[in-house]
């Protein structure tokens, strides 16, 4: 049997076919999983989730963008230098380990990742840290960084080296110049993305939790911050459970309880975009089934925060006993976009128009041509560029009679009087901003793995134990369970096979099974969190008004007898939460429960 709530999640996940190991035939690889047939629905009904709500009822854009892209994407993003996680190898048997894992599986310390390297090999030397795999001890092993990208090649021959994305984002950003055309050049837009991402983990582990191939939802909302303020009126009333990172650091800090509204005004949360999604996100988590009592937003500590990051939070849920980030919500200001301009040739800017037109003055050089190409030969457009930019940033550097540029590699000269310098005044319109990125982030695996971890329930029905998930009907795998009463009678099956054909063609997910007793078929879709099953009985087809049939509630295991002509829109409306099971009972005749054998 499962000794603990990870356990009992993966095996009822293997056995009833919502995820397990990829490739067992060949003994297996850490950190790929497959989706069987009732995860693959229940991921997919996440991301339709997702989607609805984050693309749009929010009015923004969605894209699809390639897995792999060429190196100098990721020289620009920064992950080449720093997309690393903290590795020690055992010197016994040779298995690595993710340093920062051990600590915080074996000490009481959190979030070891935001602890600089020879602090994290201290620790392990102080608790003596062993290799979980052979027990040998870790002390005075080196601990080293190990970039999570895979490398692949990209054509035949020399080929072009790039990677696998480790997050959809990019895929973004290196669009922007054509998706601000799409959004007609004005700010606000958000892009969104769902897709593959891959990082080579150095310890994957924890089932869907850490992974080496995942899900990601991403949006990027691209605002301008000197004007742009989202409106919070819709989210200001939610009540939240925040841990802000003063509560952790200190020795009696814990979760506050608290309004987004409220959470914003008084600084608690330091973006007001960033408030913004903490509420929508809450809402969404809350409408798929989360168990909001196992919730709460944690703000990045100062070591976690990237460089760029004005504010972070993460949404946490608790499994097992442990906290497990669902999502990032950071502010990333300009620093993608403008990395972006800088390593390629192409415009991460967008227009803002002013209200009036002002006049501003502007440092302008008009250098010599006839001067610069016999001196400068193919630098001279180079030059010529140099000197108009240092004249917008350092128009004090043109006061001597010299002025020196770099150009590419080298260093340049140019005799001020060649360089016509000169302050003009000029009527402007507008001006060109490089906007700021709100980002929320979500892991769709993580998600799906929660809601079968808060929906799995143990109880007794009819004096028979059951498990069962009470998955929200707006995600569960399958819409409705139909069922002919026993199986050996034809009428029974075949009205059962034509009821589960009307539901299809009315757009429900719908599984019809006559196998075993009505009892077990009961227990098999209350396993897998189906949460209406539709049975077909002698009583419901040989009186003398119209064809029933019965309608039972997963949870309560409740029954209602419904005529088969209502029997589509009853089930539409409980699926989309407008009328509940108790108002369905009112409305029509109870059928006893002590049938389920």
Known sequence: ????????????????????????????????????????????????AWRERFAVQEGNLEIDGPTIMPEPVFEASGHLDGFDD???????????????????????????????????????AKHDLACPNCGTSLKGEAVEEFNLMFETTIGPGSSTPGYLRPETAQGIFVEFPRLKEYARNRLPFGVTQIGRAYRNEISPRKSLVRTREFTQAELEQFVDPETDEPDLSSVADIEARLYPATEQVDDDGEVIETTIGEAVEEGVIGNAWIGYYLGIAYEWYESIGVDMDRFRYRQHLAGERAHYAADCWDAEVEVDGEWIETTGFAYRSDYDLSNHAAGSDDDFTVFRQYDEPKTVEKAVVDPDMSVLGPEFGSAAADVADALQELAERDPAAFDGEEVTVEAGDSEYSVPTDVANFRVEEQTESG???????????????????TLVAHAMHEDVVDGEERTYLDLSPTVAPTDVGVFPLVSNVDYLTERAEEIAAELRAAGFSVVHDDSGSIGRRYRRQDEVGTPFCVTVDRDGLEGDGPDSVTVRERDSAAQARVPVDDLASVLLDLRAGTRTFDDVLAEYDTVETGAEA
């Open 431 to 449: 001006e060109h901003i490089t906007p700021h990125v709100v980002e929320p982030s979500f892991g769709v695996d993580r998600t799906v793995y």
């Open 86 to 124: 903290m590795i020690v190898e055992c010197p016994a048997c040779g298995e690595s380990h993710r340093a920062d894992h051990l600590i915080e599986d074996s000490t009481g310390i959190e979030e070891a990742e935001s602890l600089p390297i020879d602090e994290v090999e201290a620790l392990i």
């Open 1 to 48: 049997m499962p000794e603990s709530e990870g356990e009992a999640v993966a095996e009822l996940a293997k056995r009833r076919g919502f995820f397990f190991g990829a490739a067992g035939a060949y003994g297996g690889v850490g950190g790929f999983y497959t989706y069987g047939p009732q995860g693959a629905a229940l991921k997919r009904s996440v991301e339709d």
